[in-house]
Antibody, heavy 120, light 109 residues
Framework: QVQLQESGPGLVKPSETLSLTCAVS?????????WGWIRQPPGKGLEWIGS???????YYNPSLKSRVTLSVDTSKNQFSLKVNSVTAADTAVYYC?????????????WGQGTLVTVSS | EIVLTQSPATLSLSPGERATLSCRAS??????LAWYQQKPGQAPRLLIY???NRATGIPARFSGSGSGTDFTLTISSLEPEDFALYYC???????????FGQGTRLEIK
C-alpha cells in the first residue's frame, strides 16, 4: 500500500516562499509514475499545481508556473514543492499524490493533505 | 485548455435512490476521464478511471460511462457513506496539464 505524507510549515507570511515535502512510503519513487501536487482552497474545488517524474522532468499548471518549483530526492524517496511570492490566495490544503504516466494521468494514491495559511 | 463542467452543483437524494452525476468537457477528451469522491476532511479518492473502469476496491454500485465530451457517474443505490463531493478530472494535451471539474455535492434529502 503506497503511503504519502506531506510536511512543512502551516503558516507562511505574504511574499515569502511556501515549501512542502511529500515523503513516500512502501513504494519506490523511482517507479514508473509521476508524483503530483494538488491544492484546495477552503470550501473550494481542486487545483492541480504540477507533477514530477523521478528523473526530474516536470510539468506545471500554466497559471502557477512562474511561481512554482518541484524537485525530487530519490535517495530519500520524497519530492518537494516550492511556491514563491505567496499571497492569501495561496491559502489551501495541499495534497501530494501518485499519478499515472499514461492515459488520463489520474491520481490513485493521495496524502492526507496539509493546510497552509498565508497570513502576516 | 479544456474546461470541465459538472452538473448539477448539488444533488439531493435519499438512501437507496439512484444518483446520476454529469461531467461535460468543452472539447473531446476521448475516454481520458476520472471521477473522485471526497468526504469532509479527507483527500479525494479515485473511483473511476478511463471513463468506465472502477478503481481498486470501489464497490460495484459505482459506474461510469461516456466518451468524447459527455460523461456520467452513476451510483445505483445510494448508501449513507456515498453522500460526499464528487469531482471529474481530465488531462490536457496542450498546454499539458490536468483539469478538475468544479464538483457536485451529493447530499441527503
Amino acid at each position: 500500500q503506497v503511503q504519502l505524507q506531506e510536511s512543512g510549515p502551516g503558516l507562511v507570511k505574504p511574499s515569502e516562499t511556501l515549501s512542502l515535502t511529500c515523503a513516500v512510503s512502501d513504494y519506490s519513487i523511482s517507479s514508473d509514475y509521476y508524483w503530483g501536487w494538488i491544492r484546495q482552497p477552503p470550501g473550494k474545488g481542486l487545483e492541480w499545481i504540477g507533477s514530477i517524474y523521478h528523473s526530474g522532468s516536470t510539468y506545471y499548471n500554466p497559471s502557477l508556473k512562474s511561481r512554482v518549483t518541484l524537485s525530487v530526492d530519490t535517495s530519500k524517496n520524497q519530492f518537494s514543492l516550492k511556491v514563491n511570492s505567496v499571497t492569501a490566495a495561496d491559502t489551501a490544503v495541499y495534497y501530494c499524490a501518485r499519478q499515472y504516466i499514461t492515459s488520463g494521468l489520474y491520481f490513485d494514491y493521495w496524502g492526507q493533505g496539509t493546510l497552509v495559511t498565508v497570513s502576516s | 485548455e479544456i474546461v470541465l463542467t459538472q452538473s448539477p452543483a448539488t444533488l439531493s437524494l435519499s438512501p437507496g435512490e439512484r444518483a446520476t452525476l454529469s461531467c461535460r468537457a468543452s472539447q473531446s477528451v476521448s475516454s481520458y476521464l476520472a471521477w473522485y469522491q471526497q468526504k469532509p476532511g479527507q483527500a479525494p479518492r479515485l473511483l473511476i478511471y478511463d471513463a468506465s473502469n472502477r478503481a481498486t476496491g470501489i464497490p460495484a454500485r459505482f459506474s461510469g460511462s461516456g466518451s468524447g465530451t459527455d460523461f456520467t457517474l452513476t451510483i445505483s443505490s445510494l448508501e449513507p457513506e456515498d453522500f460526499a463531493l464528487y469531482y471529474c478530472q481530465q488531462r490536457n494535451n496542450w498546454p499539458p496539464g490536468i483539469t478538475f471539474g468544479q464538483g457536485t455535492r451529493l447530499e441527503i434529502k
